[in-house]
């Protein structure tokens, strides 16, 4: 949910309060669980003064401009090369004074998207075989200012300008994911199935397969992550990870590359026009896979077919 304005302070603590019973946003457009939904607030303002709030697992910075994070009485100044984090339900103030016009890129993380991420860090894989649901977790980072790495900014850009519900979902999780790992060392984040025991290895990769015969059986349809994930029996966040450490790609990287394998070798056939080999392996039309075509080939179709 992006948003160019600040909600109603008094909608929003009583929607807090009420843990978004009513499951609608500010701008009553209905949301899918109750409880804090993710939000990106990218506002630009001369003031702003917010008091008092109970949020989600929030990252506060500016694209431009300045502003003041207060939480548990310690005030830290956010400028455009700095970031602050605030924890999960704990309270804050947000100041944004009048000396110079200040756009915000400030996103609270959503109740679910926040405990299903840091379930997937914080327990072992061959814990995570057993135990597929999410489990509140206790989860606190020092209220700081932190610099704004490369990387860092490379996995806000990506979560700004990606489209669609899963690509967003995906890159906001791999935001969190950054700010989790840097702000706990402590965090036990298994990278590389190699380094498990041969069992706990086997039936991964022996699930995540379950997901590639169901990608290979159905690419020419929608596929989420949450299909995928179910089909290999493994929560969504550790379906993804694991997915990554096999194959060097996302599950959606991999549909991708499958559907233009298909697309290339129809292509080569020359027999059907290119609106119509996208529609048969489920890409959006004829210009998407013609891009996406050279993007991977470094050739247009009309030159695969001819050659």
């Not at 992006?2 to 309060?17: G, Q, R, V």
């Not at 946003?25 to 001369?46: F, Q, R």
């Not at 956010?78 to 915000?104: A, F, G, K, M, P």
């Not at 298909?262 to 998407?288: D, F, H, M, R, W």
């Amino acid at each position: 949910m992006l948003l160019k304005e600040f909600p109603d302070i008094n909608w929003l603590k009583n929607a807090i309060t009420d843990n978004f019973a009513e499951k609608r946003s500010w701008d009553n457009k209905p949301l899918p669980n109750t409880g804090w939904p993710t939000a990106i607030l990218n506002v630009k303002t001369h003031h702003v003064e917010r008091q008092d709030i109970k949020g989600p697992f929030s990252l506060f910075l500016n694209k431009s401009g300045s502003s003041e994070i207060t939480c548990d009485k310690k005030t830290v100044s956010i400028h455009n090369d700095t970031y602050v984090v605030s924890n999960n339900e704990q309270h804050y103030d947000l100041l944004i004074d009048d000396r110079c016009s200040t756009e915000t890129f400030n996103i609270h993380f959503g109740e679910k998207i926040f405990q299903d991420t840091v379930h997937s860090l914080s327990k072992n894989d061959e814990v995570l075989l057993a135990d597929i649901k999410s489990s509140s977790i206790d989860f606190n980072l020092a209220i700081k200012s932190n610099f704004r790495t490369a990387m860092f900014n490379a996995l806000v850009q990506k979560a700004e300008f990606s489209y669609g519900n899963e690509e967003k979902e995906n890159s906001l999780y791999e935001l969190l994911n950054y700010l989790l790992i840097t702000g706990n060392k402590h965090l036990t984040q298994i990278t590389n199935i190699l380094n498990l025991k041969s069992s706990t290895k086997e039936e991964l990769v022996r699930r995540i397969y379950l997901a590639v015969d169901f990608i290979h059986a159905h690419f020419t349809e929608p596929i989420t992550l949450d299909q995928m994930a179910e089909v290999a029996m493994l929560s969504k966040f550790h379906f993804l990870r694991v997915f990554k450490s096999v194959f060097g790609l996302s599950p959606h990287q991999y549909i991708k590359h499958v559907r233009l394998q298909k697309a290339t070798e129809l292509i080569k056939q020359n027999k059907l026009p290119l609106y119509l080999i996208a529609q048969l392996v489920g890409i959006e039309n004829g210009s998407s896979l013609s891009r996406m075509v050279y993007q991977l080939t470094g050739q247009r179709p009309s030159t695969i077919a001819n050659s």
